[in-house]
């Protein structure tokens, strides 16, 4: 059964802390990706990476950075917390775009409270 | 990417087939029809995707009309495990960075 697992499922920081945010996937895809999600604004798109040490920005990457130093593993850093990255953190991978069937696998969310 | 309008929610009785339905009235060409649905309290979950022509698989099936400005992700016999909210996203392939631009979805209730 393919597999995408985030290295937590609930995380309580402060104000200020840095913040690592692990992603790993076993089904050697080329494409990952970092969503939050919050109620009524939906699924917004953090950073995304298509190959090892390749990332890019997504619709909302301040305040963000990311690191994928292997192909599996690709980790959100939240430099310096804030209140208002309280969010549900959602990871998922995809094979290349140009394989066309382009199904995006999901991990089970990291919900994260920054006090 | 083009953008889509779902029903806020719907209701159905376990057992019986529910119609979602989805309206891309400005859908491009080389626009393909992708459907997710998130339980609670889990990362959104592929369904089914297609191009033109109808598709089935072992989860449901998607009617999509024959001008292509809309569809319906159809399933046979819901249950309650089927509870979600189902989300309707446009994907071009050629146009796009790679990532789903999920909107509000429809938060489907199942009934016992």
């Known amino acids: 059964d393919v597999k995408v697992t985030q290295s937590s499922r609930y995380l309580v920081k402060r104000t200020g802390e840095k913040v690592f945010l692990e992603c790993v996937q076993d089904m050697d895809h080329e494409n990952m990706f970092w969503y939050r999600q919050d109620p009524g604004l939906g699924l917004r798109l953090i950073y995304f990476s298509y190959d090892v040490k390749m990332k890019e920005k997504g619709d909302i990457p301040e305040g963000y950075s990311v690191s994928r130093e292997k192909k599996e593993r690709f980790s959100l850093i939240l430099e310096s917390a804030s209140t208002n990255q309280t969010s549900m953190y959602l990871c998922?991978?995809?094979?290349?775009?140009?394989?066309?069937?382009?199904?995006?696998?999901f991990g089970p969310g990291t919900r994260l409270t920054v006090t | 990417d083009a953008k889509t309008t779902q029903p806020n929610s719907m209701e159905s009785n376990e057992e019986e087939p529910v119609h979602l339905p989805c309206n891309h009235s400005?859908?491009?060409?080389?626009?393909?029809i992708h459907w997710y649905r998130q339980l609670p309290s889990q990362g959104p979950e592929y369904v089914i995707h297609g191009l033109t022509s109808n598709v089935n698989n072992r989860m449901a099936s998607l009617a999509i009309a024959e001008d292509r400005k809309s569809s319906t992700l159809i399933l046979h016999r819901a249950t309650l495990r089927d509870a979600a909210v189902y989300y309707c996203?446009?994907?071009?392939?050629?146009?796009?960075?790679?990532?789903?631009?999920f909107g509000k979805g429809t938060k489907l209730s199942v009934k016992p």
């Open positions: 996203i446009l994907m071009n392939y050629g146009g796009s960075q790679g990532n789903l631009i």
């Open positions: 400005t859908i491009s060409g080389t626009d393909y």
């Open positions: 998922a991978s995809t094979e290349d775009v140009g394989h066309r069937t382009y199904e995006q696998y």
